[in-house]
C-alpha cells in the first residue's frame, strides 16, 4: 500500500460546523488524517463525486478504508467504536444520555436551521435582511435550552470534567454564533464559560475553521 493510502480521509469545508466536530474528535484521538476540501460557495457538494459518498451532499464525510460514513453523529459514532483511545463518551449512562441530548440539540433543533440551503432559501424567497434574525432567534432558542439542561451536569467541560461528546458539538455551534450570527453571548454564561475552556484546549484550537488549509487566509 502506498504511503498515506491507509490514512483517514476527511471531506471537509473550512467553515462547516459539522465538520469541525469532526476535526476536534480526529485530533482529541490523535488520528491524522488527510483534509479534502469541498468548497460549499462553489457547489463541490453537488457533484456527482461527492454525491457518491454522500448522496444528501453535506459535510462532513469520513472514509475509512472500504468504509464511507457521512454525517457528523455517525461519524462521531463510528470513530468512537472503532478508535477507543481518548473516549468522548462517558459509560454512565445518565451522563451519555445527557451527551445525546445536548449534541442533539446542537445538530438537530439549531444547525440544520442555519444551513446554507436554509439560508440561501430565506434569502432568495424572503428576504436577505430576514436571514440573521431568523438564524440569531433558533440559535438562542437552543442555547437557553442548553443552559437549562447543563447547569446542574456542567464542570469545567459541559456534562463533568472530562471533555465529552456535547462538548464537541457545542464548540462549533457558539463559535459560529459569536462569528457568524452576532449571537449576544452575555445572556449565556455557562457556554460563554465553556467557550472559554475550549480556547485553552489545542485540538479544539487547531480544529477551527480559520486553521484548515481551505480558510481563505490560510
Ligand atoms: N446532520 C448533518 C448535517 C450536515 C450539514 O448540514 N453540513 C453542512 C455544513 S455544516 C453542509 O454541507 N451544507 C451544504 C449545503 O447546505 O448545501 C451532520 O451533522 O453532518
Known amino acids: ?3 498515506g493510502e491507509n490514512k483517514l480521509k476527511l471531506y471537509s469545508y473550512w467553515r462547516s460546523s459539522c465538520s469541525f466536530r469532526i476535526r476536534i474528535a480526529l485530533n482529541l484521538k490523535g488520528l491524522e ?4 476540501p469541498v468548497n460549499l460557495l462553489k457547489g463541490e457538494q453537488f457533484s456527482p463525486e461527492f454525491q457518491k459518498l454522500n448522496p444528501i451532499g453535506y ?5 475509512d478504508g472500504d468504509i464511507i ?7 462521531f459514532m463510528y470513530l468512537e467504536e472503532k478508535y477507543p483511545q481518548h473516549p468522548l463518551l462517558p459509560s454512565d449512562l445518565a451522563k451519555k444520555a445527557l451527551n445525546f441530548q ?4 446542537v445538530s438537530s433543533s439549531i444547525q440544520p436551521l442555519q444551513n446554507l440551503a436554509v439560508l440561501k432559501y430565506i434569502e432568495e424567497k424572503v428576504s436577505p435582511d430576514e436571514k440573521i434574525p431568523w438564524t440569531k432567534f433558533h440559535i438562542e432558542k437552543g442555547f437557553e435550552a442548553l443552559e437549562k439542561l447543563l447547569k446542574d ?5 459541559a456534562t463533568g470534567d472530562e471533555v465529552s ?10 463559535l459560529a454564533g459569536i462569528e457568524r450570527f452576532n449571537v449576544d453571548m452575555a445572556k449565556f454564561p455557562l457556554l460563554s464559560r465553556l467557550n472559554e475552556a475550549y480556547s485553552e484546549l489545542p485540538e479544539f484550537q487547531n480544529a477551527k475553521p480559520e486553521n484548515q488549509p481551505d480558510a481563505p487566509s490560510a
Not at 460514513?69 to 461519524?75: G, L
Not at 461528546?165 to 457558539?174: C, G, N, S, V
Open 1 to 3: 500500500m502506498a504511503e
Open 33 to 36: 488524517y488527510q483534509y479534502i
Open 59 to 63: 459535510v462532513p464525510v469520513l472514509v
Open 69 to 75: 460514513i457521512s454525517d457528523s453523529f455517525a461519524i
Open 102 to 105: 445536548a449534541a442533539n440539540i
Open 153 to 157: 451536569h456542567a464542570g469545567e467541560y
Open 165 to 174: 461528546m456535547a462538548d464537541l458539538f457545542l464548540a462549533p455551534q457558539i
